[in-house]
């Protein structure tokens, strides 16, 4: 029966919420479906992966969700801002390694304004780079300055399309402004980014297939799946999490529901299995997007433990992933990375 689903899904690119909790459930098909998400993935998207290196500017952050460690009650950690010329300067040094798009990233910060975002954005896109912004809730005004200033792109979380689940795990914050703001940035002509944490506390497999009608709903430009690692520093500490399995295959089906749509094989996939990229890559991945940020920094964001990488340098990644990416078989886009909706 589930295998029949599968086919359905890898030809109509349709399922229901049903045959979804269906697929979610059931672990005796995972292989079928993730080499039948490996197909959509070759069919539509070829065998180039696309880098985007993030930019971790800052780890201040004035929200306090429950399962993230910049959350501004976390007293363990020590916080740093990266000035402006210091971001530009990275994103040069980004361009020299070939990357051709980056992800500006950082804890919902209030001290860049947005004159200052305005000045980072439009002086990076002078390097002829595709611009990734990842800085959380925003007003209209400010979405539409940031575009205007050169933002192609704008990656913002849905997290769980489960209300209650959302605000529990997020106080102070509103799920329907959540929406709006997806909204608002579709309307403002970006690409847009979403995705959710597999394995929250309470989420359910009916809200996850939730989660991925709803991606299809929005007609996301890219999604970005990840599994939810708990961080001792949280609220959540003592939380028994084993999400590999279940984010590989919410991001398999993502793949077969959004054919066109860029996924990234996150970095916490890999932080809970050494092959974890390369794994997600042959299971419907498309996309990678490695830290450029340099020296403490990369320790220091700590969203989440056992981040891989961050004795590296940015230099260090970049050779290490072009070389996962050959020993699969698959190349490096030279290109920005764009998505190319199907006709």
């Not at 993730?34 to 065998?47: H, P």
């Not at 980056?102 to 896109?125: A, H, N, P, W």
């Amino acid at each position: 029966m589930n295998i029949k689903l599968i086919e359905k899904a890898e030809k109509s690119h349709n399922l229901n919420k049903e045959e979804l909790i269906s697929i979610l459930k059931d672990s005796s098909i995972d292989k079928i479906l993730f080499e039948a998400a490996n197909r959509v993935r070759e069919k539509y998207m070829g065998d180039e992966v696309h880098l985007r290196g993030i930019i971790e500017f800052s780890n201040i952050c004035k929200r306090d969700c429950l399962y993230c460690g910049l959350r501004k009650s976390n007293d363990n950690i020590k916080r740093y801002r990266l000035m402006p010329d210091e971001i530009i300067d990275l994103a040069k040094k980004a361009v020299g390694y070939g990357y051709k798009s980056i992800v500006l990233q950082s804890g919902e910060d209030s001290y860049y304004t947005v004159d200052m975002l305005k000045y980072i954005i439009s002086s990076i896109k002078k390097l002829y780079i595709a611009v990734t912004l990842s800085l959380g809730e925003k007003s209209l005004e400010e979405y539409k300055a940031y575009k205007e200033s050169g933002a192609d792109r704008y990656l913002l979380r849905i997290e769980t399309t489960n209300k209650k689940l959302y605000e529990d795990l997020d106080p102070g914050m509103i799920h329907d402004n959540r929406k709006r703001c997806l909204r608002d940035l579709k309307y403002l002509g970006y690409e847009v980014g979403t995705g959710n944490l597999v394995g929250l506390p309470n989420q359910t497999i009916e809200s996850i297939a939730d989660d991925i009608l709803f991606f299809k709903e929005i007609d996301a430009d890219m999604i970005g799946l990840g599994p939810f690692i708990p961080n001792e520093d949280t609220p959540l500490r003592d939380f028994k999490a084993d999400n590999f399995t279940m984010s590989l295959k919410v991001m398999a089906l993502v793949r077969l529901l959004l054919p066109d749509s860029n996924v990234p094989a996150t970095t916490a996939m890999e932080s809970l299995n050494r092959n974890g990229r390369i794994i997600a890559l042959s299971s419907g991945a498309n996309v990678v997007m490695p830290n450029i940020t340099e020296g403490e920094y990369r320790k220091l964001y700590a969203i989440y433990p056992g981040k891989i990488c961050i004795n590296d340098t940015p230099n260090q990644c970049w050779n290490c992933i072009n070389g996962k990416i050959a020993s699969i078989g698959r190349t490096v886009s030279k290109e920005l990375g764009s998505r190319k909706k199907a006709i």
